[in-house]
């Protein structure tokens, strides 16, 4: 019998846990090479075959190992692999094995029955936006795979391009072809959360054990500008931010639209919400210790401002609360407003942030108008600057690998297609999620009206549970927050950026949604 979810995604973290512990162990010579091997490899297997059987727990696992990725490693007899993707292997290789069990297990279709024409399951792709945004992500593929032929430095492009590109937009191809495709976005944002979580608690503790004055190994924070910044499973405090950002905007949809519509009348189903608040806590706190001006300068607002958009009726409470919640960054940070790190935030002087940052700019501009067309290639942005377009004031800096800026980064990674494409995937998840919004608050309804005496049946209850979650406000703001953010930082060429993008596409056309429950069609429930 298949385990509950839960006792499986619980014995998938010790696992994981017990797999990265040999790392540690191999090092400090406690035990034998054989014994850490055996155990690197009985843990692997066993991970994989408990994943092979919860394909929708292996979905949630590759989205809570994503702040992980550069920090942390699953081992195999020894040697390191990256957390990201051995579960997106076995998130691929759980699925391939259910499918092949329902296809054995499915009766054969009758003569009359092949002569009405393809079966039910291709109905699943009949929604126009979801096939162009569809499209639009395999024409990414395209082109990136293209831009390595003219790219300078091979090695790096061909590593981004696998790690950065194909895999996550494996791991989206999972989530659209999911049996249940609100389900399997959900696990993925529970995933979000849950690894989230841990990574704001891992940072706070560097920041505890660096205030603290104690070395403990994998714990620290970053003295800089008079501050103490959190790192987490990072090498840099704005990374922790650009990730624990897009989960914020989850759990922040949860807490405020959670079990309700834009009315503000309770919906049926409240279940994520107590468990997302909880996890808040660290997260909102590790945000503010990580002092990233992109956060509270763009990626704050911007979520309070698409919160206050999509509330209806609500609307006077949700400006409230974002009000409220700009008030509240705004005490933490008063303390710490003497320090060049609050108070240099808007001066463009040499030697200051702001500065550096308009003169990358201008440089990236000088390398898209050089390459406009084709671009540098993937992940190679840093040997052209470092090597020809760093201006001489800031050249301490010339080791930036991207240009701080969603715009310049697309165009001088890709060139103008693939800035093109970039565009127009935004403008495709904007469309989805105004659709999906509605399609939650028409639910909501629809449930509210079943909760008066209405009877219901197994789609009407699945419906319902459908309904009490804000699934569609919550991708809406990850996709609101890459982008307001990505305007002074990395927007997606990164592991877990890209991955995070490809889960809010996913979960908005998922809760977009509004056709017969998939389980009518008689698929596999994955």
Same mark, same amino acid.
């Given at each position: 019998a298949r385990l509950p979810a839960r006792t499986a995604a619980v014995l998938a973290g010790a696992l994981g846990v017990a797999n990265v512990a040999t790392g540690p162990l191999a090092a400090s010579g406690l035990a034998p090479p054989w014994l850490v091997a055996a155990v690197s490899v009985t843990t692997l297997a066993a991970l994989a075959w408990l994943l092979a059987g919860q394909p929708r727990v292996a979905l949630g696992a590759v989205a809570a190992a994503l702040p992980f990725n550069y920090g942390?490693?699953?081992?195999?007899?020894?040697?390191?692999?990256?957390?990201?993707?051995?579960?997106?292997?076995?998130?691929?290789?759980?699925?391939?094995?259910?499918?092949?069990?329902?296809?054995?297990?499915?009766?054969?279709?009758?003569?009359?029955e092949a002569a009405v024409g393809p079966a039910p399951t291709l109905r699943r792709a009949a929604d126009p936006l979801g096939r162009s945004l569809d499209a639009l992500a395999a024409g990414l593929a395209v082109w990136a795979t293209l831009s390595i032929a003219w790219s300078e430095h091979r090695a790096p492009a061909l590593y981004q391009w696998r790690t950065v590109i194909v895999e996550p937009l494996v791991y989206y191809a999972l989530l659209r072809t999911a049996a249940d495709r609100r389900a399997a976005?959900?696990?993925?944002?529970?995933?979000?959360?849950?690894?989230?979580?841990?990574?704001?608690?891992?940072?706070?503790?560097?920041?505890?054990?660096?205030?603290?004055?104690v070395s403990v190994a994998g714990l620290s924070g970053v003295s800089a500008e008079g501050v103490v910044r959190a790192l987490?499973?990072?090498?840099?405090?704005?990374?922790?931010?650009?990730?624990?950002?897009?989960?914020?905007?989850?759990?922040?949809?949860?807490?405020?639209?959670?079990?309700?519509?834009?009315?503000?009348?309770?919906?049926?189903?409240?279940?994520?919400?107590?468990?997302?608040?909880?996890?808040?806590?660290?997260?909102?706190?590790?945000?503010?210790?990580?002092?990233?001006? &992109? +956060?509270?300068?763009?990626? #704050?607002?911007?979520?309070?401002?698409?919160?206050? !958009?999509?509330? %209806? /009726? @609500? *609307?006077?409470?949700?400006?409230?609360?974002a009000v409220a919640t700009l008030a509240v960054v705004a005490v933490l940070l008063a303390p710490f407003a003497g320090t060049p790190r609050v108070r240099d935030t808007f001066r463009l002087e040499p030697g200051t942030t702001l500065y550096i940052r308009v003169r990358l700019w201008q440089s990236a501009v000088e390398m898209a108008r050089d390459h406009p067309w084709l671009g540098v290639g993937l992940d190679n942005f840093l040997y052209h600057y470092r090597d020809v377009y760093v201006r001489r004031d800031v050249i301490q800096d010339g080791s930036l690998n991207h240009p701080h800026?969603?715009?310049?980064?697309?165009?001088?990674?890709? &060139? +103008?297609?693939?800035?093109? #494409?970039?565009?127009?995937?935004?403008?495709?998840? !904007?469309?989805? %999620? /105004? @659709? *999906?919004v509605r399609a939650w608050d028409r639910r909501t309804t629809v449930a509210r009206a079943r909760a008066d005496g209405s009877p219901q049946t197994p789609a009407s209850a699945a419906a319902d549970a459908a309904a009490g979650s804000p699934l569609a406000v919550a991708?809406?703001?990850?996709?609101?927050?890459?982008?307001?953010?990505?305007?002074?930082?990395?927007?997606?060429?990164?592991?877990?950026?890209?991955?995070?993008?490809?889960?809010?596409?996913a979960a908005l056309l998922a809760a977009a949604d509004d056709g017969a429950d998939d389980a009518a069609y008689g698929q596999p429930h994955l």
């Amino acid at each position: 019998a298949r385990l509950p979810a839960r006792t499986a995604a619980v014995l998938a973290g010790a696992l994981g846990v017990a797999n990265v512990a040999t790392g540690p162990l191999a090092a400090s010579g406690l035990a034998p090479p054989w014994l850490v091997a055996a155990v690197s490899v009985t843990t692997l297997a066993a991970l994989a075959w408990l994943l092979a059987g919860q394909p929708r727990v292996a979905l949630g696992a590759v989205a809570a190992a994503l702040p992980f990725n550069y920090g942390l490693a699953l081992r195999l007899a020894g040697r390191p692999i990256s957390p990201v993707e051995l579960l997106v292997a076995l998130a691929v290789a759980g699925r391939a094995a259910a499918w092949c069990a329902a296809s054995a297990n499915r009766p054969p279709r009758l003569p009359d029955e092949a002569a009405v024409g393809p079966a039910p399951t291709l109905r699943r792709a009949a929604d126009p936006l979801g096939r162009s945004l569809d499209a639009l992500a395999a024409g990414l593929a395209v082109w990136a795979t293209l831009s390595i032929a003219w790219s300078e430095h091979r090695a790096p492009a061909l590593y981004q391009w696998r790690t950065v590109i194909v895999e996550p937009l494996v791991y989206y191809a999972l989530l659209r072809t999911a049996a249940d495709r609100r389900a399997a976005a959900q696990a993925a944002a529970d995933g979000l959360v849950l690894g989230g979580a841990v990574a704001a608690v891992w940072g706070l503790a560097g920041v505890a054990a660096a205030l603290a004055g104690v070395s403990v190994a994998g714990l620290s924070g970053v003295s800089a500008e008079g501050v103490v910044r959190a790192l987490g499973p990072y090498g840099s405090p704005n990374n922790l931010a650009l990730f624990l950002g897009r989960v914020a905007a989850v759990i922040a949809a949860y807490v405020v639209f959670g079990g309700t519509g834009m009315d503000g009348v309770r919906g049926p189903n409240n279940t994520c919400r107590r468990a997302y608040a909880l996890a808040g806590i660290p997260i909102a706190a590790a945000l503010v210790a990580t002092f990233s001006r &992109g +956060l509270i300068v763009a990626g #704050v607002p911007a979520l309070a401002l698409t919160f206050v !958009a999509v509330s %209806g /009726r @609500r *609307a006077r409470r949700a400006l409230a609360g974002a009000v409220a919640t700009l008030a509240v960054v705004a005490v933490l940070l008063a303390p710490f407003a003497g320090t060049p790190r609050v108070r240099d935030t808007f001066r463009l002087e040499p030697g200051t942030t702001l500065y550096i940052r308009v003169r990358l700019w201008q440089s990236a501009v000088e390398m898209a108008r050089d390459h406009p067309w084709l671009g540098v290639g993937l992940d190679n942005f840093l040997y052209h600057y470092r090597d020809v377009y760093v201006r001489r004031d800031v050249i301490q800096d010339g080791s930036l690998n991207h240009p701080h800026n969603w715009l310049l980064d697309w165009w001088t990674r890709l &060139g +103008l297609p693939g800035l093109v #494409v970039w565009l127009a995937l935004a403008l495709g998840n !904007a469309r989805a %999620g /105004r @659709r *999906a919004v509605r399609a939650w608050d028409r639910r909501t309804t629809v449930a509210r009206a079943r909760a008066d005496g209405s009877p219901q049946t197994p789609a009407s209850a699945a419906a319902d549970a459908a309904a009490g979650s804000p699934l569609a406000v919550a991708a809406l703001g990850m996709q609101v927050y890459a982008v307001a953010h990505g305007l002074v930082d990395n927007s997606f060429f990164l592991v877990d950026l890209a991955a995070v993008w490809w889960i809010g596409q996913a979960a908005l056309l998922a809760a977009a949604d509004d056709g017969a429950d998939d389980a009518a069609y008689g698929q596999p429930h994955l």
